[in-house]
């Protein structure tokens, strides 16, 4: 069973000197995790939280989750606190932890890393504004899609939520394979043993 509830926020040198006691759990996208996560994370993805809860509530130690920024990571704590389990976030994520200059792992054999979600969503968004401008020249009805994108980026800062990016999550390079969640289940199993 999981130990008595964490600082529900950790530094990135906080987290560095706790790393040997610490259950990593990266909740980001198996493509933004092969781009770089804090060593001997877990890649659980925030949507496969509640599958992992049986191995998260059996971890020993504390359970740290990650993301890039902090955001994803504090909805995945908020989550796990529903289900008894406490975890810490570390703040600012892994853009945080690289800007204290500490190393991010990355897998060897040439796996192709995803942009990150900020990133997706970024290009997803500008790549719908453009389209509906350059059909608005067409179809003045058309520029009612780049209305609706700025409405939901504006919807989406006032509420910290991102429709786009749970859409864009659903994609198959940011969907880890049964596989891999599997076998992360099974390491986070046989790490209590």
Same mark, same amino acid.
């Given at each position: 069973?999981?130990?008595? /509830?964490?600082?529900?926020?950790? %530094?990135?040198?906080?987290?560095?000197?706790?790393?040997? !006691?610490?259950? =990593? =759990?990266?909740?980001?996208?198996?493509?933004?995790?092969?781009?770089?996560?804090? #060593?001997?994370?877990?890649?659980?993805?925030?949507?496969?939280?509640?599958?992992?809860?049986?191995?998260?509530?059996? %971890?020993?130690?504390?359970?740290?989750?990650?993301?890039?920024?902090? $955001?994803?990571?504090?909805?995945?704590?908020?989550? !796990?606190?529903?289900?008894? =389990? #406490?975890? /810490?976030?570390?703040?600012?994520?892994?853009?945080?932890? /690289?800007?204290?200059?500490? +190393?991010?792992?990355?897998?060897?054999? @040439?796996?192709?890393?995803?942009?990150?979600?900020?990133?997706? =969503?970024?290009?997803?968004?500008? $790549?719908?504004?453009?389209?509906?401008?350059?059909?608005?020249?067409?179809?003045? /009805?058309?520029?009612?899609?780049?209305?609706?994108?700025?409405? @939901?980026?504006?919807?989406? +800062?006032?509420?910290? %939520?991102?429709?786009?990016?749970?859409?864009?999550?659903?994609?198959?390079?940011?969907? #880890?394979? #049964?596989?891999?969640?599997? +076998?992360?289940?099974?390491?986070?199993?046989?790490?209590?043993?």
């Amino acid at each position: 069973m999981t130990s008595a /509830a964490p600082n529900p926020d950790l %530094t990135p040198d906080q987290a560095l000197a706790r790393l040997p !006691l610490l259950t =990593v =759990v990266d909740v980001r996208t198996p493509g933004e995790y092969a781009a770089g996560h804090v #060593p001997g994370a877990h890649n659980i993805p925030l949507d496969d939280l509640r599958r992992a809860l049986p191995a998260l509530r059996a %971890t020993d130690g504390e359970l740290l989750l990650v993301c890039a920024s902090g $955001a994803r990571a504090e909805r995945a704590r908020a989550a !796990l606190a529903e289900h008894g =389990v #406490p975890a /810490a976030t570390l703040i600012g994520g892994t853009r945080g932890w /690289a800007g204290h200059g500490h +190393a991010l792992d990355r897998p060897r054999g @040439g796996s192709r890393a995803a942009w990150a979600m900020e990133r997706q =969503v970024r290009f997803a968004a500008g $790549a719908a504004v453009l389209v509906g401008l350059g059909l608005g020249l067409l179809h003045p /009805a058309a520029l009612l899609l780049s209305a609706g994108v700025a409405g @939901g980026l504006v919807f989406s +800062a006032l509420t910290d %939520t991102c429709g786009m990016a749970a859409v864009l999550s659903k994609l198959p390079h940011n969907r #880890p394979r #049964p596989a891999d969640l599997d +076998a992360t289940l099974a390491k986070l199993g046989s790490a209590r043993s």
